[in-house]
Nanobody, 124 residues
């Protein structure tokens, strides 16, 4: 059984920062690429960022490039998403996800496991 548990969401003002964490259990975390997705009300779930199994490759959605940074600590079985200069349009539920491969693939069909999500609200 694979378990992904997100934390770190909350309410922040525009221009602020949050750091999301994803605790991984049930498998060796360095075996899979890991992703962050988000879903805003009325919108489809979209990929935000992905990191390969050993952290050598990172991908970002155009909307978050230069503001978000994904990282992982395989020794601690943790994945992180540092979010800076947050904008109201970043408001969404953020999901941690484990891919089925060691490398990042863009399709959500390559996701093997999902976390329960954590709410991020950017508002003044």
């Amino acid at each position: 059984q694979l378990y992904l548990v997100e934390s770190g969401g909350g309410l922040v003002q525009p221009g602020g920062s949050l750091r999301l964490s994803c605790a991984v259990s049930g498998f060796t975390s360095d075996y899979y690429a890991m992703s962050w997705f988000r879903q805003a009300p009325g919108n489809e779930r979209e990929g935000v960022s992905c990191i390969s199994s050993r952290g050598g490759s990172k991908d970002y959605a155009d909307s978050v490039k230069g503001r978000f940074t994904i990282s992982r600590d395989n020794a601690k079985n943790m994945v992180y998403l540092q979010m800076n200069n947050l904008k109201p349009e970043d408001t969404a539920v953020y999901y941690c996800a484990a891919q089925k491969t060691k490398v990042c693939l863009p399709s959500a069909s390559n996701i093997g496991s999902w976390g329960q999500g954590t709410q991020v609200t950017v508002s003044s």
